[in-house]
């Protein structure tokens, strides 16, 4: 024995201080029970203070002894002393769960020594306690959250990703492999090249939030291809995780197939939109009835009644000359409305793949007379490899109306020009069609020009409808048409075609 230890000893042997120092330092308290007689425990006031008891109230008391200790627990302990005379040895050790005053629960690490009397008999208990609730705290929530975590890595429904803090794969859940066709190769490999090139910049974004706000889920949907090469839509919660330095070391992605979801979406948009169309025509329709249609209705009426009381036959003439007029009228209104029902009713007609050049060229060869009389000058920059899907029937409606509007509205002071162009832009095929000609005011009338009855000058000829079935024509295809105009220099149509089968 070292003279330090054996200093020590006679130190705390003489000088009760020293004991006082080190079970009030160290440790949570003891206990000192007697194992022979009623079971009286004593306990020093280090333990129940730490237990949030005033300690000189519960000294020796049953009633205190049962509200720290569960009986559970106090029948654990009896069983470790049990034990240890059994086997004739003299200490133990548990883990015991102590209720403090408040209610919440203290974890207690007991050392506990079997004390004998002269004649080898146990008959004392000294327990040596040490607080351990915050390593037991911190147990159990690692068990907690390797449990929540190892059921989210076994699930078989959501992608489960790790990258490193330069986008490179880390770790990836079984149901990723199988859904994107991939293999342990990838780890290592960046993450970005998964995800199809349109989305990468988006992803990007959601990646330095991450670095912006860590441990704070910030949601994205991105496009990957599967393994049957087709293009999924996924939802995905990106995580940034800190590591020991304070620094973002780590991106944790959650992930789930949103296909469906996003394609319901997409289709209800283009479902909405239609319904838009269709509310704008059911309002034209409904300006033809309630204007149109109901002024000649009105106005025939009074002809009539005016034809009846007509006094002599010249009178009569009159009136039957006007009540004629008003008939052709209400016959053209009505030849107008049954355009617009055919050009919708036509909707689903298939598309035919037609050479849009020569398409032009001959809507040009059958203007030939009137592009003469009009001294317009065409320029045709169409490339003769330009093809189109559309409806026939359609596409020469739309080239017509467009050819035959530069002509009847060219510029008076100007030589008259036209100049056709084509190109390439997404899923569309589009024709420009320019003008030099009078042009539109396009503030007073942007809202206006594919309306019915919408005339912008004073032709006599002009009936407000051609742009109109043009407009309808083109979206019947699933396609659209733009206008820029300027009053005295031109306007340019752009029809767009879609090239989506």
Request: charged share 20%; hydrophobic share 40%; aromatic share 8%.
């Amino acid at each position: 024995m070292s003279y330090l230890e054996q200093e020590l000893r006679a130190l705390q042997a003489s000088d009760e201080t020293v004991f006082d120092f080190i079970q009030e330092s160290t440790l949570a308290g003891l206990w000192y029970w007697n194992l022979t007689g009623d079971q009286e425990k004593w306990a020093t006031a280090k333990f129940w203070r730490s237990l949030d008891y005033e300690p000189d109230a519960q000294f020796n008391q049953a009633a205190a002894w049962k509200a720290a200790i569960s009986p559970e627990e106090e029948t654990a302990t009896a069983e470790y002393i049990a034990t240890s005379i059994a086997d004739n040895t003299y200490s133990f050790d548990q883990v015991v769960q102590a209720t403090c005053h408040d209610g919440s629960t203290m974890w207690l690490h007991c050392w506990g020594l079997v004390l004998r009397n002269n004649l080898g008999q146990p008959h004392r208990l000294l327990g040596v306690l040490v607080d351990i609730t915050r390593q037991r705290n911190e147990e159990i929530s690692a068990q907690e959250v390797a449990g929540h975590y190892g059921a989210i890595l076994g699930n078989q429904s959501v992608y489960i990703i790790r990258t490193d803090a330069r986008g490179n794969y880390t770790y990836v859940n079984d149901f990723f492999y199988e859904r994107f066709g991939l293999d342990s190769k990838i780890i290592g490999t960046s993450s970005l090249m998964s995800i199809i090139e349109e989305d990468r910049a988006k992803c990007l974004v959601t990646v330095g939030l991450c670095f912006e706000e860590p441990n704070v889920p910030h949601q994205v949907i991105l496009r990957k291809p599967y393994h049957d090469n087709a293009v999924k839509s996924n939802h995905w919660e990106f995580k940034g995780i800190v590591g020991s330095n304070g620094e973002v070391v780590e991106i944790q992605c959650v992930g789930y197939d949103v296909t469906l979801l996003v394609d319901n979406l997409e289709r209800s948009k283009q479902l909405l939109a239609l319904t838009n169309q269709q509310n704008a025509r059911l309002q034209n329709f409904a300006y033809i009835i309630s204007h149109n249609i109901r002024s000649h209705s009105a106005n025939l009426t009074a002809l009539v009644k005016f034809l009846q009381n007509a006094t002599d036959e010249a009178q009569a003439t009159m009136f039957l000359e006007m009540l004629k007029t008003s008939t052709d009228k209400l016959a053209e209104t009505i030849i107008n409305l049954n355009e617009i029902v055919t050009v919708n009713n036509m909707g689903l007609q298939p598309k035919e793949m037609r050479g849009l050049r020569q398409e032009v060229s001959r809507t040009l060869e059958a203007m030939n007379v009137l592009i003469h009389e009009s001294q317009l000058t065409v320029t045709l920059n169409i490339p003769e490899e330009v093809t189109v899907q559309v409806v026939p029937a359609y596409l020469d409606s739309i080239l017509l109306n467009l050819l035959s509007n530069a002509i009847k509205y060219r510029s008076a002071s100007a030589s008259p020009q036209l100049t056709l162009d084509s190109y390439r832009e997404g899923d569309y095929t589009v024709l420009s069609v320019a003008d030099n000609g009078r042009g539109i005011d396009m503030a007073r009338n942007h809202n206006k020009i594919f309306g019915m009855y919408k005339t912008f000058h004073d032709n006599e000829d002009a009936r407000g409808l051609g742009l109109f079935i043009v407009k309808n024509q083109i979206e019947a295809m699933n396609g659209k048409i733009e206008v820029a105009s300027e009053v005295g220099v031109g306007t340019t149509f752009k029809v767009y075609f879609s090239e989506i089968v």
